[in-house]
């Protein structure tokens, strides 16, 4: 029985230190926030992939909600010398569901998107790319 216990213990200590280290992973900064949504960018997922093009996830959470709670994943590579982005997959990961984690993904490469000034990419896009307007 003792063994019994002693494994259960250790199991459970064990997936305690392994969720805390996969949620404190990420890197959320608040990029935009409005009444019906906030979007982060995770600062420990850029990645520069060539002389021009960065890439990071973002997420789209509910207002009174952290990162860590779910939300809508998009991984975006933004080209610094055309000033455009394009999402190269998303996830939407909910926590809520059925007491659960469901999570969609989608791994099409979209279409670029030209960089509207005074948008939300277009602060990213000053941050990482290191260009003012």
């Not at 213990?9 to 404190?24: D, G, K």
């Not at 469901?102 to 260009?131: F, H, M, R």
């Amino acid at each position: 029985m003792q063994n019994k216990t002693s494994w259960f213990v250790m199991t459970f200590l064990f997936l305690l230190v392994s969720i805390y280290t996969v949620a404190s992973g990420a890197n959320w900064m608040l990029i935009d926030r409005h009444v019906k949504r906030d979007l982060y960018i995770d600062m420990s997922s850029v990645k520069i992939i060539s002389k021009s093009k960065v890439r990071y996830w973002t997420i789209i959470t509910d207002p009174n909600k952290s990162p860590s709670s779910g939300g809508y994943k998009d991984y975006i590579e933004i080209d610094c010398q055309k000033k455009r982005t394009r999402s190269v997959k998303s996830e939407t990961e909910d926590q809520e569901v059925n007491n659960g984690i469901v999570t969609v993904y989608s791994n099409k490469p979209i279409t670029w998107d030209a960089i509207e000034p005074d948008s939300c990419e277009e602060q990213i896009y000053e941050k990482l790319c290191g260009k003012k307007k």
